[in-house]
């Protein structure tokens, strides 16, 4: 899920379609002789530990952040695992906190613009003063340019230092054409990240995506409150001079202004950018803008532990789950800890579970491959922790067979089902079809794919990357009023009167899955044409 707003934007719509769960199958759930059984005491004892006020809402780069991992570098020492950093539990994760000072104004021919309430802008380059100065600005619809689709919204223009005005999602939701990219479902050229590495990639100065509710899935208010205040971003060694300059949004009546003053319609020039024929237009103006930003640096940590394989240990398994939350805020009525008891307590608890379970199995029978466990610090301030683990200063991503991630369980009732994001994107669907399968449950479709929760989450980081990833999400699938009153609110505590038969389920599939990728050699395949399926025909010949 990339912005901690936008998501929970997204997971609220999710409530009208998901429903009320059915029930489990008889026999769901079932224990084979050859794999230890769930111990659910264990689960509860991990997720009211690290959702405990004492943990402070787990926030990266505060006291709660060292209790955590260092609570979970303990649990996978006493499973006798070992590090998976230099032999060590902890992985150095160095973020730069980046602040927008809001005291800018955009100036676009005529027009001026006031930030927040008409445009957003920030950055990630780590300079404390990016200036656009007199720099045409051009729209170029979607900003997409996807060969496997034959379009390129680039083609035949030169926006070397320009400011672009950039549609939000893509052709396929506006139309709801099938035939047109994936249709009603999101492709990754219609996420908001996509814009802005597009034009890095073409050279802009700027770009400025047009915000509208539906298309976006969220009002103008969650843009402005996650684009105004502090982000966090990993640094590379050229500090980030590579990224956009300028990542920014506008409103839709300031794009129906900025039209305007080019004696050009928005809605017409908006049905243009439908066709794969669209032509980029300038729009007869000059973009100008000071942005300024207060800069720091701090160090955060992933946990990592590791169970060596016995034939092929330079070949990974990664089990994964974001081990941070919200920390605590200061309000009128005191301090409030955001302890993320579900999301994502209950996903750290499952890793350190599920690392339990393993180990007892490896103990008998030596895993092949090597399996990783990776606890994510950021990833609600913008998966920076798989960010880092997707560098490879631990494992070189072309040696990482798969990436089975844990964000949010069902910590009540099991269910007759698993929840699949994503369609027809890797050959790790079949082996959720067929774990599932063998638990009596059978896989049910993201109800809103237009939403794009494939490439919200820690797994994106790595399938970026090339490697083949799994999601399980369960955030109020089978709890309505988890949505209404508990996702990313000072409600969501951990309750002893869970069941957690629906994490019980999940262990036990994801263990099913992990077993059978260390053993079988196979190294699972994108199905669909895209950049994530080139990376790893580059790396994996």
Known sequence: MTTTLSKVITATVLLTLFG?????????????????????????????????????GRGPLTEGETLTINYLADEYKKLGLTGAYKSEFLQPVTMAKLTPDQNMTLKIGDLSFNAGTDFTARTQQINETINVSDSEVVFVGYGINAPEYQWNDFADIDVTGKTIVVLVNDPGFATQDESLFTGNAMTYYGRWTYKYEEGARQGAKAVLIVHETAPAAYPWGVVESSNTGSKYTLIDDEKNASDIPVMGWIDEQAANDIFAQAGLDYQTEK????????????LNAKANLTLNSEISQAQSHNVVAQLTGS?????????????????????DD????????????????????????LSKIHQQTPFKR?????????????????????????????????????????????????????????????????????????????????????????????????VPSLLFMSLGDTDPDYIAHKYHK???????????????????????????????????????DSDFKKKRQQERP
């Open 20 to 56: 009320c769960s059915e029930p489990a199958p008889e026999n769901n759930g079932q224990q084979t002789d050859s794999q230890p059984a769930v111990d659910l005491k264990n689960v509860h004892q991990l997720i009211e530990t690290l959702a405990s006020d004492q943990f402070l």
């Open 271 to 282: 049905a243009k950018a439908l066709s794969p024929d669209f032509k980029a237009t300038p």
């Open 311 to 331: 034939e092929q240990p330079d070949e990974y398994i990664v089990i994964g789950a974001h081990w941070d939350h919200f920390g605590t805020k200061q309000t």
């Open 334 to 357: 005191g301090v409030k800890i955001y302890n993320g008891a579900v999301d994502n307590a209950s996903g750290s608890a499952a890793t350190v579970e599920i690392a339990r379970i």
């Open 370 to 466: 090597s399996i990783i466990f990776a606890n994510f610090t950021a990833e609600e301030t913008g998966l920076i922790g798989s960010q880092q683990f997707a560098t490879g200063d631990i494992v070189p991503t072309k040696q990482m067979v798969a990436l089975l991630n844990i964000d949010g369980m069902n910590v009540l009732d099991g269910v007759d089902y698993i929840l699949q994001y994503g369609k027809g994107m890797s050959e790790m669907e079949n082996y959720l079809a067929d774990a599932a399968k063998a638990q009596g449950r059978h896989v049910k479709m993201d109800p809103r794919p237009q939403n794009g929760l494939f490439f919200r989450s820690d797994h994106f980081s790595l399938a970026k990357q090339g």
């Open 490 to 528: 000072e409600a969501d505590d951990y309750s002893p009167q869970w069941s957690l038969g629906g994490v019980k389920q999940d262990i036990e599939l994801i263990v099913d899955i992990a077993t059978k990728l260390a053993n079988n050699g196979d190294w699972p395949a994108w199905q669909t």
